[in-house]
């Protein structure tokens, strides 16, 4: 098993693993932002995953694009893999609304993190664990 960033470790909790990629959330509660990270070594590109585990990767993002967009309700799904600051390949799914703190702009620092609160926390996990996702090991408490 390929070891996570220490960056994101700090940035997010872990929720669990498709065959592929964790799934983490980050802390920052302004935002649903969930983030895929394949489990694979030195890998810092897509196009370095072979060609199985880009179509993998594909699925994995189609599939959580596709809950978390009707799961919450989004208004548009931003979805990028920057890797300016954390190397490791990495792929954000962020949804957005017309109203959130950072619109219409990217996310990315426009203000400080806000973290969740314990109650918030339970409730995100309650919703991801209600998405059902195909071939999905939800880790339990973050």
């Known amino acids: 098993m390929a070891s996570i960033h220490p960056q994101l470790e700090r940035d997010s909790f872990i929720l669990g693993k498709f065959p592929l990629c964790h799934l983490l959330l980050s802390r920052d509660s302004r935002y649903p ?23 993998q990767l594909l699925k994995e993002s189609c599939q959580l694009s596709e809950a978390l967009y009707t799961g919450f309700n ?23 609304y017309g109203n959130d703190p ?9 203000l400080a993190a ?4 314990e109650a ?3 409730t995100l996990q309650m919703k991801i664990q209600k998405m059902n996702f195909t071939d999905f090991q939800f880790f339990g408490e973050t």
């Open 102 to 110: 950072a619109w219409p702009a990217p996310v990315w620092g426009k």
């Open 33 to 55: 932002w969930f983030i895929l990270v394949p489990d694979r070594d030195n890998i810092t590109e897509i196009y370095q995953l072979n060609e199985a585990d880009r179509l």
């Open 114 to 117: 806000k973290h969740y609160g």
């Open 120 to 122: 918030e926390l339970n």
């Open 74 to 96: 989004a208004e548009k799904l931003n979805i990028a893999a920057l890797g300016n600051i954390v190397p490791q390949l990495h792929i954000h799914h962020i949804v957005r």
